[in-house]
């Protein structure tokens, strides 16, 4: 629905300017920050979408998008003869309503927020306690399932409407992953699409 809005809002704004219709997809990388973190890794996911660019000048426009997004973190912990390797992977549908400076001819400067609704969490546990070694994974009920980020990118349009981006995603939302209380979504995301 704020998709829908946002959507319905930037066509009525653009008064008929160009309205660019696009897919993409491509890479994440992901890690979590905060105060709490020690030993943590990125994992590697992918994200893949659709999104609407509305041009307002010939040198501003807007973009809302919607897209399925992988990411999360992994870390290892190894204290009195125990050793925890976890992997933790969040599944999103994500709303970003960007804001576009073209710089020069197809090279434009992102910024803006970015909704994201939790799917699915989970974590792959693999453990050695004394010697003894098992594995098991589990479902993260506790991770908030609302997540508000700001995202900061760079973007390249190519004159056969092929583009690329690079974005940082810095998120504002304490997860709450168990045993972590204030931790935060970092992602780099690598993309490449096409608009019509």
């Known amino acids: 629905m704020l998709f829908i809005a946002v ?24 890690t979590f920050s905060g105060d709490e973190i020690e030993n943590m ?15 307002l ?9 919607i897209f399925y997004s992988i990411q999360g973190s992994k870390y290892e912990d190894s204290s ?7 992997e933790i992977k969040l599944n999103y549908i994500q709303v970003p309503i960007m804001t576009k400076f073209y710089i020069i001819e197809g090279f434009a400067v ?8 939790l799917t699915s969490s989970k974590a792959k546990y693999d453990v050695i306690i004394n010697d003894t070694a098992f594995s098991y994974d589990k479902d993260l009920s506790d991770i908030s399932s609302i997540e508000v980020s700001l995202l900061a990118g760079l973007s ?12 940082y995603n810095y998120g504002l939302t304490n997860l709450d992953v ?9 992602v780099i995301q690598l993309s490449v699409g096409y608009s019509f």
Do not use: C, M, W
Not at 41 to 55: A, D, K, N, P, R
Not at 156 to 167: S, T
Not at 178 to 186: D, R, T
């Open 110 to 117: 992102e910024v803006g927020p970015q909704l994201a609704i």
């Open 178 to 186: 168990n045993p972590y209380q204030n931790i935060k979504n970092n």
């Open 7 to 30: 959507l319905i809002l930037s066509i009525s704004a653009a008064q008929a300017q160009d309205i660019r219709l696009g897919i993409k997809g491509g890479v994440n990388f992901a």
């Open 80 to 86: 009195l003869g125990h050793f925890v390797k976890s």
């Open 41 to 55: 890794e990125s994992i590697t996911g992918f994200h893949i979408g659709i999104l609407v660019e509305v041009l």
């Open 156 to 167: 390249y349009r190519l004159p056969i409407n092929v583009f690329f981006g690079a974005r």
């Open 57 to 65: 000048t010939e040198r501003f426009a807007i973009q809302p998008e």
